[in-house]
């Protein structure tokens, strides 16, 4: 089970530090990747990390913005959003995939096994 947490509400220019517990399961063998879904939208990829935490990968709209990390021995993966911008405002998820690859991430919703209930992120102008 995922727990997203960390949501909340800010100002244009403001941070937030989303943390993915997984609870019932070690984080080791998971990629885990961070998905947000504004009202009226598709849900969309923002970041991924390796399950080793060797490898992230950003779309390009968060990029310098958003930092992806994470602490296996805490089975925590965190999202830190800096510099938030009205259009990052969205219900975040969190997600985990099964994988023996250290270096592999995954972009499409459809490649994770697991999802955490959501997160909303408010970001005023």
């Known amino acids: 089970q995922l727990q997203a947490s960390g949501g909340g509400m800010v100002q244009a220019g403001g941070s937030l530090r989303l943390s993915c517990a997984a609870s019932?399961?070690?984080?080791?063998?998971?990629?885990v990747g961070w998905f947000r879904q504004a009202p009226g939208a598709e849900r969309e990829f923002v970041a991924a990390?390796?399950?080793?935490?060797?490898?992230?990968y950003y779309v390009d709209n968060v990029k310098g913005r958003f930092t992806v990390s994470r602490d296996n021995a805490k089975n925590t993966v965190y999202l830190q959003m800096n510099s938030l911008k009205p259009e990052d405002m969205a219900v975040y998820y969190c997600?985990?995939?099964?994988?023996?690859?250290?270096?592999?991430?995954?972009?499409?919703?459809?490649?994770?096994?697991?999802w955490g209930q959501g997160t909303q992120v408010t970001v005023s102008s």
């Open positions: 997600a985990a995939k099964y994988t023996r690859r250290g270096g592999s991430y995954f972009m499409g919703p459809a490649d994770y096994d697991y």
């Open positions: 990390i390796s399950w080793t935490g060797r490898e992230t």
């Open positions: 019932g399961r070690t984080y080791s063998n998971y990629a």
